[in-house]
Nanobody
Framework: QVQLVESGGGSVQTGGSLRLSCAASGYTDSRYYMGWFRHAPGKEREGVASIGRWGGTRTADSVKGRFTISQDNAKNTLYLQMNSLKPEDTAMYYC????????????????WGQGTQVTVSS
């Protein structure tokens, strides 16, 4: 059974930083990709970044240069380093696994965590 557990969310001021973590268990299929998504009230779920098993990444234009996705395969943990945060980054952030080739489309991901809230105040 695949489990994804996010942590690291919180409240910060504009310009601040947070690092999200996603501990994965029961997921070892190297053919697929993992990713971070976010969902703000009144908006559709948005792909933030994805990463392949061997480290290749793709980042959404809206966060490029500010957010970095990474992973520690030995710890089965996915990370999202978020710098220079803006109020528009406020959302629930989700970790996902089992996606397609560097996909940022939520419909292509099979497994989801429960999410961690990020709130950025001005």
């Amino acid at each position: 059974q695949v489990q994804l557990v996010e942590s690291g969310g919180g409240s910060v001021q504009t310009g601040g930083s947070l690092r999200l973590s996603c501990a994965a268990s029961g997921y070892t299929d190297s053919r697929y990709y993992m990713g971070w998504f976010r969902h703000a009230p009144g908006k559709e779920r948005e792909g933030v970044a994805s990463i392949g098993r061997w480290g290749g990444t793709r980042t959404a234009d809206s966060v490029k240069g500010r957010f970095t996705i990474s992973q520690d395969n030995a710890k089965n943990t996915l990370y999202l380093q978020m710098n220079s945060l803006k109020p528009e980054d406020t959302a629930m952030y989700y970790c996902a696994a089992g996606g397609g080739y560097y996909s940022l489309s939520p419909t292509t991901y099979k497994y989801w965590g429960q999410g961690t809230q990020v709130t950025v105040s001005s």
